[in-house]
């Protein structure tokens, strides 16, 4: 008998932390996801940009292929022109053109604070899926962007990043996540999930606890954008970065690290990277692979039985 289409709805800890998996057949699964943020640089279509590799980046924190994408836009009608709306809009088309998916169509709204983001259909073989509940015990972690956004557009907003530190950070946040997502599938992960506004520590923490490991970060192995400890010791850090750190903060043992550098391991990330788990034999080629694309790429911990801890050490 024929699965109803109840049973096809893969949903629930087997799925990414922002997406929902159809199947189709044996070979084909539906992956589906959205996501909006409003504007966290001034130059609209690199916003567009930022933004639309934002929406897409959970196909790949599955190992799946985007298809697909509508436009999901909220837009000031009395403030803001219908040309700046264009320039938005196009950079999204940028991305879009190069993951090779199309935009069909969309929806828009008048709001006072405006928005942009994609609605994105993907596909996926179901069995070299990766999952957020998919890590092992005895893996190394592997992390594909640096952290830092959220320390450095708060920097932005208010005026004291750099021209460099700005373009490191656009840099990063419009890179896609498609070339992580196939080296994770063909180094053998399972688990892996994108670091995005809940930070490192809630991403991989939910991971780690829906996987039944527990993780422990190696603080100087992980990788930050320019200028973002800096900025961080300078109070440049988002109000969300400390809603994160209380949601996790009794499941991380700080290792005697300080209150900053901890909260950069919650900071709130807009298109960040990739984590995930693979055999330690693997973790060097893995990043060495990830560099030769352009990626800053590290080991930054590895995981152990457990039920969902954090160590820094």
Request: aromatic share 4%; net charge negative.
């Given at each position: 008998?024929a699965?109803?289409?109840?049973?096809?709805l893969?949903?629930?800890?087997d799925?990414?932390?922002?997406?929902?998996?159809?199947?189709?057949?044996d070979?084909?699964?539906l992956?589906?996801?959205?996501?909006?943020?409003?504007?966290?640089?001034?130059?609209?279509?690199?916003?567009?940009?930022?933004?639309?590799?934002?929406?897409?980046?959970d196909?790949?924190?599955m190992?799946?292929?985007?298809l697909?994408?509508?436009?999901?836009?909220?837009?000031?009608?009395?403030?803001?022109?219908?040309?700046?709306?264009?320039?938005?809009?196009?950079?999204?088309?940028?991305i879009?053109?190069?993951?090779?998916?199309?935009?069909?169509?969309g929806?828009?709204?008048d709001?006072?604070?405006?928005?942009?983001?994609?609605?994105?259909?993907?596909?996926?073989?179901?069995?070299?899926m990766?999952?957020?509940?998919?890590?092992q015990?005895?893996?190394?972690?592997?992390?594909?962007?640096?952290?830092?956004?959220?320390?450095?557009?708060?920097?932005i907003?208010?005026g004291?990043?750099?021209?460099?530190?700005?373009?490191?950070?656009?840099?990063?946040?419009?890179?896609?996540?498609?070339?992580?997502?196939?080296?994770?599938?063909?180094?053998?992960?399972?688990?892996?999930?994108?670091?995005?506004?809940?930070?490192?520590?809630?991403h991989?923490g939910?991971?780690?606890?829906?996987?039944?490991?527990?993780?422990?970060?190696?603080?100087d192995?992980?990788?930050?954008?320019?200028?973002?400890?800096?900025?961080?010791?300078?109070g440049?850090?988002?109000?969300g970065?400390h809603?994160n750190?209380?949601?996790?903060?009794?499941?991380?043992?700080?290792g005697?690290?300080d209150?900053?550098?901890?909260?950069?391991?919650?900071?709130?990330?807009?298109?960040?990277?990739?984590?995930?788990?693979?055999?330690?034999?693997?973790?060097?080629?893995?990043?060495?692979?990830?560099?030769?694309?352009?990626?800053?790429?590290?080991?930054?911990?590895?995981?152990?039985?457990?039920?969902?801890?954090?160590?820094?050490?």
């Open positions: 008998m699965p109803t289409p109840d049973e096809r893969l949903v629930g800890t799925t990414g932390d922002d997406a929902a998996v159809y199947l189709i057949d070979n084909r699964a992956v589906l996801t959205a996501d909006f943020i409003t504007p966290v640089i001034d130059d609209a279509r690199a916003w567009g940009r930022v933004a639309a590799a934002n929406s897409v980046s196909i790949y924190a190992g799946g292929r985007p697909i994408a509508l436009n999901l836009v909220g837009w000031n009608v009395d403030e803001l022109s219908t040309e700046l709306l264009g320039d938005v809009m196009s950079g999204g088309n940028d879009a053109h190069a993951a090779g998916f199309l935009v069909v169509g929806h828009t709204i709001d006072p604070e405006p928005k942009y983001g994609m609605c994105v259909v993907g596909e996926v073989h179901p069995d070299r990766l999952t957020n509940a998919g890590l015990p005895d893996q190394a972690l592997v992390l594909t962007k640096p952290l830092g956004v959220g320390v450095v557009t708060t920097a907003k208010n004291v990043a750099s021209s460099e530190v700005t373009a490191a950070a656009i840099e990063s946040m419009t890179r896609l996540n498609d070339d992580a997502s196939r080296v994770a599938v063909d180094a053998g992960a399972t688990g892996c999930t994108d670091v995005t506004g809940f930070g490192l520590l809630g991989l939910r991971m780690a606890l829906e996987s039944g490991v527990d993780v422990t970060l190696v603080v192995d992980v990788p930050f954008l320019p200028g973002a400890k800096d900025l961080a010791a300078q440049m850090i988002p109000g970065t809603r750190l209380e949601w996790i903060e009794d499941r991380v043992d700080p005697g690290h209150d900053t550098t901890v909260l950069l391991f919650a900071d709130a990330q807009t298109s960040g990277g990739l984590i995930f788990g693979v055999d330690p034999d693997v973790a060097d080629g893995v990043v060495a692979d990830l560099v030769a694309t352009g990626h800053t790429a590290a080991v930054v911990g590895r995981t152990a039985a457990g039920d969902g801890a954090i160590t820094l050490v």
